[in-house]
């Protein structure tokens, strides 16, 4: 997911910082945390198409920032954070060594998790500078897991990562007072949540869902990809997937009788899109 091709980086000698940290995370969390360490000096610019969340982590030193058309000359703290939405320019610049912690979050991630906290149409906010002690706490815990090869499992970091998307939807983003055009209305996404978990266990079309919207099924699709962060097809599969992974951890019903019970093929069908989500056995599950 960290597509390091989309940043410039440099220190102070022309080379690319010492990165730490990089190996690809478990399952599907759209998440990624990089460490970098640079001598001397820094130049950093990206204009990338995942969110960018930046942690200053050495001590306090004097950096030059820009972002969308606007410059900053500022001091920094150890755990000053940065924002830079996808597709925003922005760079940095300081003469001193410095330590990076920098997690990237898929856009699409982001606005699943927004739908679903009812913070639909939720906008990643630009910032420059500030300070978030609970969102560090998490980068700090997913870069350990990160660098050591994810010790703790998939589990531990699927958590904290739903937890640092969660963070940043409620502490980092804003809704736009008029709904923009072309997005789903949170009513009739609730009345789409409401008819997935109804017919859970049926073969759930496209048409029927585009038909609750009123609109055309091309159409629909389009709409509801760019407000939920992922086609309908997979909604359906996601919502799936949750009721199955609820009924694991009660424990009252076998993995066939879950797979009937929530819409999957069988037994096998179910265990392939958990394997690929989290990255983990079903048995790893309870």
Known sequence: MLKLGEMHWVQKDGNPPRAFGAKNPPGESGVSVLRARFESAAHFSATSSQHLIFFQMSPRLRMECRMAGRTLQHEVEVGSLAICPAGVDCSAETDSSIDVLLIVIAPEKLALAAAEDSALDARLNERM???DDKLLDIARLLASESSNGYPNGPLLWNEATRRLISQVVFGHSSIPDA?????????????????IFAHLAEPIEVGDLAALAGRSEFHFSRVFARSVGMTPHRYVVHLRLQAALRHIRDGRMSMAEIAADTGFSDQSHLSRWIRRVHGVAPSELT
């Not at 923009?180 to 009513?187: N, V």
């Open 129 to 131: 500078s500030g300070c």
């Open 179 to 195: 709904p923009p055009r072309g997005r789903l209305s949170r009513p009739v996404l609730q009345t789409i949540r409401d008819h």
